[in-house]
T-cell receptor
Framework: SQTIHQWPATLVQPVGSPLSLECTVE??????LYWYRQAAGRGLQLLFYSVGIGQISSEVPQNLSASRPQDRQFILSSKKLLLSDSGFYLC???????????FGPGTRLTVT | KQEVTQIPAALSVPEGENLVLNCSFT??????LQWFRQDPGKGLTSLLL?????REQTSGRLNASLDKSSGRSTLYIAASQPGDSATYLC???????????FGEGTQLTVNP
């Protein structure tokens, strides 16, 4: 069966510090991978998605970037965090663009 | 631009009651619609996926319907239990791209 992992579970970082969040998927090959952010009162917003290694599509211009160095690894990064980057970050995967999406446990990021 | 609305924002019911959660979307050109459950501080759990060609899907006490032409979906929960307490999110996938557009959710409380 497929499993999706995210770490860390929680993170408190000062403004201006770098960020690296990691997501890995087990039990599947060549999944589509997604990064979402859930901010209070704003619902879930798609940030990035990837259909293959090194292929990243950005949905929203922002202070963040994503990379996919391996087939089942998806990384969300920032060089300098802003207060507005605080939120709950969720990674998801699907077998293809038209299939059901499955979500990881999330990372709670607080920028202070 | 697709917009997804969920009504009500919050709902409190006594245990055993049957209930309906509503989801509406502005652009009927969707590929599928997915219902999720989110417990506080946790990731999303996929409940049901309805393809655009389908009218409904059932899983246990849950039944989701889709009326694409009117831009509506409902999630019916039979014989509600305290363990059903969570936020329920609907999301639509449009016919092009990988994006899921989410509603802001209905926060359900089932009182014992």
């Amino acid at each position: 069966s497929q499993t999706i992992h995210q770490w860390p579970a929680t993170l408190v970082q000062p403004v201006g510090s770098p960020l690296s969040l990691e997501c890995t998927v087990e039990g599947t090959s060549n999944p589509n991978l997604y990064w979402y952010r859930q901010a209070a009162g704003r619902g879930l917003q798609l940030l990035f998605y990837s259909v293959g290694i090194g292929q990243i599509s950005s949905e929203v211009p922002q202070n963040l970037s994503a990379s996919r160095p391996q087939d089942r690894q998806f990384i969300l990064s920032s060089k300098k965090l802003l207060l507005s980057d605080s939120g709950f970050y969720l990674c998801a995967w699907s077998e293809g663009s038209s299939y059901e999406q499955y979500f990881g446990p999330g990372t709670r990021l607080t920028v202070t | 631009k697709q917009e997804v609305t969920q009504i009500p924002a919050a709902l409190s019911v006594p245990e055993g009651e049957n209930l309906v959660l509503n989801c509406s979307f502005t652009d009927s050109a969707i590929y599928n619609l997915q219902w999720f459950r989110q417990d506080p501080g946790k990731g999303l759990t996929s409940l049901l996926l309805i393809q655009s060609s389908q009218r409904e899907q059932t899983s246990g006490r849950l039944n989701a319907s889709l009326d694409k032409s009117s831009g509506r979906s409902t999630l019916y929960i039979a014989a509600s239990q305290p363990g059903d307490s969570a936020t329920y999110l609907c999301a639509v996938k449009e016919t092009s791209g990988s994006r899921l557009t989410f509603g802001e959710g209905t926060q359900l409380t089932v009182n014992p």
